[in-house]
Nanobody, 123 residues
C-alpha cells in the first residue's frame, strides 16, 4: 500500500528552523520524485520544492529559495525539507507527494499525498 507520512511540524518563533520529514511506504522511492507543497488557511496549494528520482535534481519556488533545502535518503525511504529563517507567512499545512521519476510544479501531477503536518511560525 502506497503511503507517505509527514512529520516534524510544530510551533516555531519567526527566524527559527524546522526539518520536515516524509516517510514513504509501498513503492520504490528511488524511482519517484517527491514534492513538498503547503496550504495556508484560505489560500490555494503552493508548490515549494521537489527532488527528482535517480539524478536528484532539485527545484525550489521563489518564495522559499535560499531558505529551504530538500534532500532524500533512498536507503531509509525518507525525504526531508530543511527550513530556516521561518516567517509568519510560512504558517501552513505542509504536504509531501510522489510522482514517477521527474518533478512537476503542478500538484495535480502527483499521484499520492501524505496527510500533512502543521507548521506555525509565530511569536
Amino acid at each position: 500500500q502506497v503511503q507517505l507520512v509527514e512529520s516534524g511540524g510544530g510551533l516555531v518563533q519567526p527566524g527559527g528552523s524546522l526539518r520536515l520529514s516524509c516517510a514513504t511506504f509501498g513503492f520504490p522511492l528511488d524511482l519517484y520524485a517527491i514534492g513538498w507543497f503547503r496550504q495556508a488557511p484560505g489560500k490555494g496549494r503552493e508548490g515549494l520544492s521537489c527532488i527528482s528520482s535517480q539524478d536528484g535534481i532539485k527545484y525550489y519556488a521563489d518564495s522559499v529559495k535560499g531558505r529551504v533545502t530538500i534532500s532524500r535518503d533512498n536507503a531509509k525511504k525518507m525525504v526531508y525539507l530543511q527550513m530556516s529563517s521561518l516567517k509568519p507567512e510560512d504558517t501552513a499545512v505542509y504536504y509531501c507527494a510522489s510522482r514517477l521519476r521527474v518533478c512537476s510544479e503542478f500538484g495535480g501531477d502527483y499521484a499520492d499525498w501524505g496527510q500533512g503536518t502543521q507548521v506555525t511560525a509565530s511569536s
